[in-house]
């Protein structure tokens, strides 16, 4: 049983590079989200779906970009990376909106340079 | 001022020490409350769950809600090195996964 799968673990990348972390679930989730997690700042929700097809913001989302073609699928796109955007970012889902009983991967490391 | 504060620590203790851990909050309206545990390089894990006031306890674990306060706790009786991680408290209005606001966590450290 995997749950939440989360690709790549560790990222380096310089400033205004591109690229995609990937988070998939195998649990038939409906809702699915992103989160960054910084010392001293909790976790904050970037964007987030409530199944495919269906995005929407969350506390932070510029620089983000994100889409949900299957239920299983819910990768994050980071446009043109800056040196604010170094953090750990989490994926999380659960059986629907209104259940906050969230499973989380275990995270992607990025740092920008 | 933020809307949950949680003291970050480090918190280290003896093993078999009772430990409580605590967040305050300003929001009047959360109901729900929740304890996530997460273990260093991992992904955060739901330990505790909780609705309005009162406590609830599952093992060696006792999350306390203090509504009137904007005051809550976990309790970890007979604390073990396994217990090493640090804990987040989260909480929402509604029950709704979008809405949770997440204290900064509390590192725990449990000394064999």
């Known amino acids: 049983n995997a749950g939440v799968t989360q690709t790549p673990k560790f990222q380096v990348l310089k400033t205004g590079q591109s690229m995609t972390l990937q988070c998939a679930q195998d649990m038939n989730h409906e809702y699915m989200s992103w989160y960054r997690q910084d010392p001293g700042m909790g976790l904050r929700l970037i964007h987030y779906s409530v199944g495919a097809g269906i995005t929407d913001q969350g506390e932070v989302p510029n620089g983000y970009n994100v889409s949900r073609s299957t239920t299983e699928d819910f990768p994050l796109r980071l446009l043109s990376a800056a040196p604010s955007q170094t953090s750990v970012y989490f994926c999380a889902s659960s059986s629907g909106l209104n259940n906050e009983k969230l499973f989380f991967g275990s995270g992607t490391q990025l740092s920008v340079l | 001022q933020k809307e949950v504060e949680q003291d970050p620590g480090p918190l280290s203790v003896p093993e078999g020490a009772i430990v409580s851990l605590n967040c305050t909050y300003s929001n009047s309206a959360f109901q729900y409350f929740m304890w996530y545990r997460q273990y260093s390089r991992k992904g955060p894990e739901l330990l505790m769950y909780?609705?309005?006031?009162g406590n609830k306890e599952d093992g060696r674990f006792t999350a306390q809600v203090d509504k009137s306060s904007k005051y809550i706790s976990l309790f970890i009786r007979d604390s073990q090195p396994s217990d090493s991680a640090t804990y987040l408290c989260a909480m929402s209005e509604s029950g709704s996964a979008r809405q949770l606001t997440f204290g900064s966590g509390t590192q725990l450290t449990v000394l064999p």
């Open positions: 909780t609705y309005s006031s």
